[in-house]
């Protein structure tokens, strides 16, 4: 076998390859773009949309082959006999349909990330490629056949080893976004990404599993073998922070797959962004199931039997409204089973007749359909008559149904007795008060009861009878073309009449409150309510869901803290299942342990067995006598650890954690020390960051939460567990402020602040 060298150069030639066949498939998709664009706004409608068709095609495959462009290869498959599969971010062939590059979540991939000594197959050595652009600057062998020659070869060529290109993807700085795994996936998240799209798949985890990273991958994975159906339905992931959404967004992209939608749970529905944040309290007590029942109450409030009713003249006849017709309405109305609002036109239709037949009661003959439709009219537009079918079944919105239920206390206590009078008091508010991400799921509740506003559905209606008229005359046109199928279909040629390209899914899905997902992603499903749970649910009806957290950071007074006692109740005991990922590989084992001691201390479950890595120097304890000296401390240390972590390249990370109320005080000291210690040019840079994208961060423990850092700092632990809500919450807030360093971690504290808690 030759040497290292030689080993380099072989491997270049095959990756050289590779890189020369995706530039070919750029430069022919860009060419057929740029031919297609050429053809310009020539001929009929249905060439024009044809083109169009094909314009949106090219584009996508552009923006697909552009995004894999690092590591495109990272892996080699060798069999007895003799023949050789490279696995990388998506599948090439030559121009004769010779294999060149195999999908990483193609079955013939699978045996990179399974294969064991012992369980190995016809496969008898992976090798793993290392890239720095487009050059190969390292190669790894794992001999999986102890038999085979490979083994000597290997060893005398120098790339026999094991977990190398793992602990070296451990070692880089970070950038504020997160990698893929694609090149280092383990076997235990192997299993769990190619697992079966039918069942809701819960990973639980401690720090640094590969959670987050296991889920996107799931994702991708079902998006490749589940093209046809996940490309109509759509993919929704679901983060904790928008702050964490930015950490992630580049992971999809970068294995071949933009079309998926990203949100919180804070703008999940179209048009609107919960801005404001509750108390623990409050949160809990809008995130408990029954509050579903508070908002049913509210609403059918709204449909009921006015204390008086009128009287009103039509033709010189006196006409009665009489509690009977009300109810009779109702009645109608309920039976129709639609939305409160839609409903609305049955109970309204009804009550109109059942005063039209009282006017009818009074004649000594038989009036004509005239007259009736006259009278009909004349009913319509009294005004009298129109305050009491409002005052009957009023037409409401959601935001404004919300906003009287937090606004009023007593109609908490009306649609919810079950809360006492200090719940009453935690969660009434101001009128007009902004939404909390709280609020979300029970807006959407509310939504989903009342169903539009009666004036947007009035201009939807329109709109859609206008759409049908187009789709009709677009498909006739297709039709006296001869293109009845294919590529052109009557919803792209309205598109073009209409001036407007094709819409991707993903922009539909996002901007679409009813659509169904053929598939959720949830991180730091931990932290969701039931009320939470209900507003997904709805958005996938399959219950197709690939759910990721940790029952030891859940620091959310409703969230979960058993996986059974929720996932029972969403999907059934039969339909989930339960996985485990036991290996950290974000922390040294010196952080994980100290992190894990003190959770296990305060009763959390700890699911982690060991980190992969150790350094001796990866934890330090300074303690200070006085809050005076503390400050100084911090700025002395922020400085050091940005010195030495942070690049003005734009990679490493330091995250000052810090207790919520000393936020804006120990900013400002970090910010000062930064600008002392180091340019004017260097620290413009730092400053100008955006903040889900600083270098050297001061922040809470809720907003590092799925993020991590080269290193951390944890400023005065005992004030941060004080402010939680309860003993568990704070234990998880620490656990979770403790295990997000990949290099150091150092707690700085006050002597008084040791006293109170013990590390």
Known sequence: MPGYAEQLQEEQHAVDRAYGRLDALRAQARARLD????????????????????????EDRLTQLRAVEDRLIFGRLDNTAGERRYIGRIGLSSETHEPILTDWRAEAARP???????????????????LNFREVVGVEDEVLDVHSEQVGKASSAGTLTGEGALLASLSSRRTGKMTDIVATIQAEQDRIIRSDLGHAVVVQGGPG??????????????????????????????????????????????????????????????????????????AQLKGEQRMAK?????????????RTLP?????????????????????????????????????VRSMLEALRARYVEQLDYTPEQPELTDVMQQLRMNDTVRHTLNLAWLPMTGPWLIDQLFSKPAQLRRFAPWLSDDDIAALTRDKGAALTQSDIP??????????????????????????????????????????????????????????????????????????????????????????????????????SFTIVGDVAQTSALGGTRAWRHTMDRLFGEDNWDLNELTINYRNPQEVSDLASRFARSEGLYISTVNAVRTMPDSVERLTVPTEAELHAAVARQVVALTDRFVSSDGTGRVAV????????????????????????????????????????????????????????????????????????????????????PTQRLLILRTNADESELPL
């Open 311 to 347: 009287v009103v003249r039509i033709n010189g006849f006196a006409v009665a409204m009489k509690p009977s017709d009300v109810e009779q309405a109702i009645a109608d109305a309920r039976r129709t089973r639609q939305p409160h609002n839609k409903a609305r036109e049955t109970f």
């Open 657 to 740: 954690i810090v207790p919520q109320t000393r936020l804006a005080d120990f900013r400002g000291t970090v910010r000062t020390a930064l600008q002392e210690a180091f340019s004017d040019q260097e620290f413009a840079r730092l400053d100008a960051q955006s903040a889900w994208d600083e270098q050297v961060c001061v922040c809470t423990t809720q907003d590092v939460k799925g993020l991590e850092y080269d290193a951390v700092m944890v400023v005065q632990p005992a004030a941060i567990d004080q402010e939680a809500p309860s003993r568990l919450t704070a234990a998880a807030d620490l656990y979770v402020a403790m295990t997000r």
């Open 209 to 282: 599993t590969g959670k987050t990273a296991v889920a996107l991958h799931r994702a991708a994975y079902l998006l490749y073998t589940h093209r046809s159906m996940l490309d109509r339905s759509g993919v929704l992931v679901i983060g904790p922070s928008s702050a964490f959404l930015h950490y992630i967004d580049q992971v999809l992209p970068s294995l071949g797959e933009t079309g998926v939608v990203s949100r919180t749970i804070a703008d999940l529905i179209p048009g609107f962004n919960a801005t404001a944040t509750d108390t623990p309290r409050a």
């Open 294 to 306: 508070a908002i049913a109450n509210a609403v059918a409030a709204r449909e009921r039997v006015p």
């Open 442 to 543: 029970l807006l959407d509740e509310a939504m989903e009861l009342l169903g539009p506003d009666p004036r947007a559905a009035a201009r939807k209606a329109a709109a859609d009878a206008q759409r049908a008229e187009e789709e009709q005359y677009a498909r006739d046109t297709l039709a006296q073309a001869g293109i009845g199928s294919g590529i052109v279909t009557s919803q792209m040629l309205v598109d073009q009449i209409n001036g407007m390209d094709a819409e991707l899914t993903a922009q539909r899905a996002a901007a679409d409150r009813e659509w169904t997902y053929g598939h959720i992603v949830v991180d730091e499903a931990q932290e969701l309510t039931a009320m939470d749970w209900r507003m997904l649910i709805r958005r996938c009806p399959s219950r």
């Open 35 to 58: 031919a297609v664009r050429a053809a310009g706004s020539h001929g009929s409608p249905t060439q024009r949309t044809e083109r169009d068709s094909f314009a949106t095609m090219y």
């Open 112 to 130: 990179f990330y399974e294969a064991t000594p012992s369980h190995h197959g016809d496969i008898v050595m992976r090798r793993h490629i290392t």
